[in-house]
């Protein structure tokens, strides 16, 4: 048996035949404990003047080889693209229980009040709902899903204090 020319030129390439085929098996073993690749997530609101740049920043000490691609989405946005997996994972508040959905709380944050320096109630070191008790409220606006403007609402009702049901209370 002789091998042809065809065979000579395969049977110089084995050694890179080989190396490559060692190099995919790592790779794919790299990507699949989350080593390298990429991961895209979704963000949304203020969170990201603080919390997610902190987490984000960490991840990508622990996987610096992974390259971290932002997208600016809506709260229904995200749901919709983890459902169809163009992100991997979504950073917003008061997301719903669904069933597909995994859903983690990263951070519990305080509820303030913004008031002018000048207003009485300003010199006080917290508030309670009542102290708001026929105040004009400026809230998030309301959007198909559930958000702040509704717990806020809820808040007062839970409360007794007039609000959610007043044009007071506007979102």
């Known amino acids: ?27 794919t073993r790299l990507a ?4 390298i690749g990429q991961l895209d997530v979704g ?6 003047l603080d919390v997610i740049p902190r987490i984000l920043a960490r991840f990508h000490e ?4 992974v ?11 995200q749901l919709q693209a983890l459902r169809e997996r163009r992100i991997s994972v979504g950073f917003n508040r008061l997301v719903p229980q669904e069933a597909d959905i995994s859903i983690e709380t990263v951070l519990h944050e305080p509820l303030v009040v913004a008031l002018a320096a000048s207003h009485p109630l300003a010199v006080r070191p917290s508030l309670r709902l009542s102290d708001l008790e026929g105040m004009p409220l400026i809230l ?3 959007v198909p899903l559930r958000g702040l403007a509704q717990e806020v609402t809820d808040a007062f009702r839970a409360e007794g ?6 044009r007071r209370c506007r979102t």
Request: glycine share 8%; net charge negative; aromatic share 4%.
């Open 1 to 27: 048996m002789q091998l042809t020319d065809a065979g000579h030129t395969l049977l110089q390439e084995t050694p890179n035949l080989l190396a490559l085929a060692q190099q995919a098996l790592e790779r």
């Open 32 to 35: 699949g404990q989350g080593l």
């Open 43 to 48: 963000l949304f609101g203020s969170g990201v």
């Open 62 to 65: 622990e996987r610096p080889e």
């Open 67 to 77: 390259k971290i691609v932002l997208h600016n989405l809506t709260k229904d946005a």
């Open 140 to 142: 998030y606006p309301n």
């Open 161 to 166: 204090v007039p609000c959610a049901s007043s």
